[in-house]
């Protein structure tokens, strides 16, 4: 009988630049299953339980359209004024930064709030993070819908240039994914982060192009607002939406690109720090 050999042949490990993507392929029914108990964990117990989804960003919608399109009459910088276009931008615009900053507020907790699983069982918490941004995505789905409803009635049909809009969400979901992937493993170390992330975000609220075109900032610190991840998202659907503006190929490009690098990063972040979880928590 001969010998094994000495040094069996073992089946390389998967690139760890198709890995977030893997997350989704592989665990898809465990995935949808996990963000349908998110959601209802969150809603549970209340009176209206489901419509609260669709509650929120409606009466937002119309608490804005009647401070910035009547009380206000606010008016967008270099635009020709045109009624409710200023709350129309700005509901467009806190859909994007919703789904951004209230993914990464839970973030710093998650793996805390989900230690049973982490302690006892063999489980693949990495799928965590998709879950948060999963649920956020039911809420901005459903946001969105309002959107284009209202959209339709008051400004009538979009430009073709709108069709342009997954290619910015898309992008921001990367980096959101990455980012998120990263605070979650250093929040179970660094309880800090928790605390810092309201602050945070007021600090992004400001900072990201938001209530304001980036055409009003002064040119010589233009070039840091492209570090925000909000940024190209925020300025491109705006633009095609809502004035017929294609966004840059070349922009759009590199915000993907940079946005699956930032999930590949977070990714890897995540798994290096994955097995001291267990003796923190």
Sequence with gaps: MSAAPDNPETPSEPSIW???????????????????????TALKGTMLGWLWVLLVPLVLLAVYSFAF??????????????????????FTGLLLFGLFVNSLNRAPNLMRDNATYIRQIVFPVQIFVPVVLGAEMVKF??????????YLLIMGIPPLAAI?????VIGLLLFTSGICWAISALGVFLRDLGQAMQPA?????????????LSTVPERFQWAF???????????????LFFGEWPSLAGATLYTIA?????????ALFQRLRPGFADVL
Excluded at 69 to 90: C, E, I, K, T
Excluded at 141 to 150: M, P
Excluded at 201 to 213: D, E, G, Q, R, T
Excluded at 259 to 267: K, R, T
């Design 259 to 267: 946005g699956w690098v930032c999930a590949v990063l977070g990714y």
């Design 69 to 90: 399109g009547v009380v206000f009459s606010a008016q967008w910088r270099d635009r020709d004024p045109q009624p409710f276009l200023f709350p129309m931008l700005y």
């Design 201 to 213: 975000s007021m600090i992004l609220l400001f900072l990201s192009p938001l209530f304001y075109p």
């Design 226 to 240: 492209y570090f925000n991840p909000l940024t190209f998202p925020l300025e491109s659907t705006r633009n095609a």
């Design 18 to 40: 198709t890995a977030p993507i893997r997350v989704l392929i592989e665990r898809h029914m465990l995935l949808r299953a996990l963000i349908r108990r998110d959601l209802e």
């Design 141 to 150: 789905g459903v946001g969105f819908v309002i959107l284009v409803l209202a």
């Design 164 to 168: 342009s809009y997954p290619l910015s």
